[in-house]
C-alpha cells in the first residue's frame, strides 16, 4: 500500500496469484495422470479372440509428455477379430457343435417349450457334457472360453429360448441342438416344425452369427421366425440361408430390430412361399445393403415389409415378372436413405401387389418405370405416398378400371414434377388418386 502516491509502499501481508509458471509442478504436489494406447503393430488373445494390444503410460507435465509404466502393464483393446486363427481359433464349423464364446464373464440359460426338453452342455472342448436342468443357468463361462450345446429337441412351435447375462457370439452347427452328436450333414428340418423360431429372440448380449451355420436346404413352416429378432447387439448376421426353396413364413421377423446389423445372409432362394421374406430385416436402421434375390416367381406376401425402416440407399434387383398377390406390399416402407429403386418388369400385376412399396421414402426422386397396361385392384395403392422428393413417373397404364388400383399413391409427393404417360390413355384424374396436381403431363 502507498500513502504517498507511489513514491513508497508499505507490506499489508495479503498474497494473490500471479503469472502462470508452471503446470502440474512437482513444487506444488503434481498429479500423475495415466493413459492406455495401442502398440503399433501388435495384438493380444483371450480365448480365440484378437485384440489390439495396449501398453499403460503416465505424465507429470498435464500430458505433455507421456513415459511407458515400469515395469510395464498390457492390456486389449478394440476387438480385431472374434475366433481369431491367430488365438487358436477357425476352423470347420459346419462340423462342429453349437457353440457360444463368451465376450465377458457370464452364465447362459436354456428355455425349453416344455418341461421334459433336455439339453446337454460341454465346457470342456466336448470331453465331458452335463445336463442343464429346465430354465436354469449354466455355470460362469469366463471371458474368452466356450460352452458347447446338444440336444435332441423337437417341438411344432420351436425348440425354445436361449438368454445370456454376458456378451457372447455364436458360431457352428445349429443342427446339434436337433440331432445330437449325429448333427453332421444334416440338411433337414422335416418333422422339426419350428425349429428355431424365437431361439435367439431378444437376447440383446449376442454381438455376431458370422460363424454360425445354419445348414437346411429343406425346411418347414415357421423353422427361423423370430429367430434373432431384437437382438439390439447383433451385427453380424449368418452369412448364408442356403434353401432354394422355402416354406411358408420360414425367415418371417427373423432379424426384425435387430439395430446394430450391418449385414444380410446370402439368400439363394428362387422358389418362394407365403410370407417367407416377411418383416425379415424390418427396422435394422444399421442395415444399409441388401442380398441379391434371384426369384423369378413369388408367393403371396413373400418380400411384405422385407427392408422396411432400414436405411438401403440402393434396392437389390427384383427380376420377376410373375407376381403374387401382396408380394411387394411394403417392402421399402420408410426407407429414407433409399435413392435407387429396382426396376419392376411385370406387366400382369397381382391384387396389392406393389401396395405401399415406397411409401415414406422421402429422398426417392425418380420412380421405376412402371411398363403394367392393366392395373389390378389396389396394386399401386399407396406405393409413392409421402415420397416427398418424388418428382418423375412413367407410367404406361391404360386400364385403371379396377378397384383402388391408384388410390393415394401419389399423395405427398412433390409440389411439382413430370408424368409420362401412354399416348392414348386419357382417363387420369387430377390429384393424389391420378396425376400429382401442377404436375408437366407429357406423352411417352
Not at 465346457?123 to 463361462?141: E, F, H, I, M, R
Not at 425354445?160 to 444334416?186: A, C, H, K, P
Not at 440402393?314 to 420408410?334: D, H, I, K, R, V
Request: proline residues 4%; aromatic residues 14%.
Amino acid at each position: 500500500m502507498s500513502y504517498d502516491s507511489g513514491v513508497t509502499w508499505v507490506n499489508i501481508g495479503e498474497t494473490r496469484k500471479g503469472d502462470l509458471y508452471e503446470y502440474n509442478s512437482p513444487a506444488c504436489g503434481a498429479i500423475t495422470e495415466y493413459r492406455w494406447v495401442d502398440v503399433p503393430g501388435a495384438y493380444t488373445c483371450e480365448g480365440t479372440t484378437k485384440y489390439k494390444k495396449t501398453k499403460k503410460q503416465y505424465s507429470e507435465d498435464g500430458g505433455q509428455t507421456w513415459s511407458d509404466v515400469s515395469p510395464a502393464e498390457y492390456g486389449k483393446g478394440q476387438v480385431l477379430e472374434y475366433d481369431s486363427a491367430d488365438c487358436g481359433g477357425g476352423g470347420d464349423y459346419e462340423n462342429k457343435y453349437l457353440t457360444f464364446v463368451a465376450l465377458e464373464d457370464g452364465t447362459f440359460r436354456f428355455k425349453g417349450r416344455y418341461e421334459n426338453n433336455i439339453i446337454s452342455y460341454s465346457l470342456d472342448g466336448g470331453k465331458s457334457w452335463s445336463t442343464l436342468a429346465y430354465n436354469t443357468y449354466s455355470p460362469t463361462v469366463a471371458a474368452g472360453n466356450k460352452i458347447m450345446w446338444k440336444s435332441n429337441l423337437i417341438h411344432n412351435t420351436g425348440v425354445g429360448w436361449f438368454y445370456s447375462t454376458g456378451r457372447f457370439y455364436v458360431e457352428g452347427n445349429i443342427m446339434s441342438l436337433l440331432y445330437g452328436d449325429n448333427f453332421e450333414g444334416q440338411t433337414s428340418l422335416a418333422e422339426k416344425t419350428g425349429g428355431f423360431g424365437g431361439l435367439f429372440s431378444s437376447c440383446t448380449k449376442l454381438t455376431s452369427a458370422e460363424n454360425l451355420i445354419l445348414p437346411a436346404t429343406t425346411l418347414v413352416d415357421d423353422c427361423y421366425y423370430q429367430m434373432f429378432s431384437e437382438c439390439a447387439s447383433l451385427t453380424v448376421a449368418p452369412k448364408e440361408l442356403p434353401a432354394t426353396t422355402l416354406a411358408k413364413q420360414c425367415y418371417t421377423f427373423m432379424f426384425m430390430g435387430c439395430t446394430s446389423l450391418t449385414s444380410a445372409p446370402e439368400l439363394p432362394a428362387t422358389t418362394l412361399a407365403e410370407r417367407c421374406y416377411w418383416d425379415m430385416f424390418a427396422a435394422c436402421e444399421n442395415l444399409k445393403s441388401a442380398p441379391e434375390l434371384p426369384a423369378t416367381i413369388l408367393a403371396e406376401s413373400c418380400y411384405w415389409g422385407m427392408f422396411q425402416l432400414t436405411n438401403l440407399t440402393t434396392a437389390p434387383e427384383l427380376p420377376a415378372t410373375t407376381l403374387a398377390n401382396s408380394c411387394y406390399g411394403a417392402m421399402f416402407y420408410n426407407c429414407k436413405g433409399l435413392t435407387t429403386p429396382p426396376e419392376l418388369p411385370a406387366t400382369t400385376l397381382a391384387s396389392t401387389c406393389y401396395s405401399g412399396m415406397f411409401e415414406g421414402c422421402t429422398n426417392l426422386a425418380t420412380a421405376p418405370e412402371l411398363p403394367a397396361t392393366t392395373l389390378a385392384e389396389y396394386c399401386y395403392g399407396n406405393m409413392f405416398y409421402g415420397c416427398t422428393s418424388l418428382n418423375y413417373i412413367k407410367c404406361l397404364a391404360t386400364d385403371i378400371s379396377a378397384t383402388d388400383c391408384t388410390g393415394d399413391w401419389l399423395r405427398n409427393t412433390s409440389a411439382t414434377g413430370t408424368f409420362v404417360k401412354a399416348a392414348s390413355m386419357n382417363d387420369w384424374t387430377t390429384g393424389n388418386n391420378g396425376i400429382p396436381t401442377n404436375w408437366t403431363v407429357q406423352n411417352a
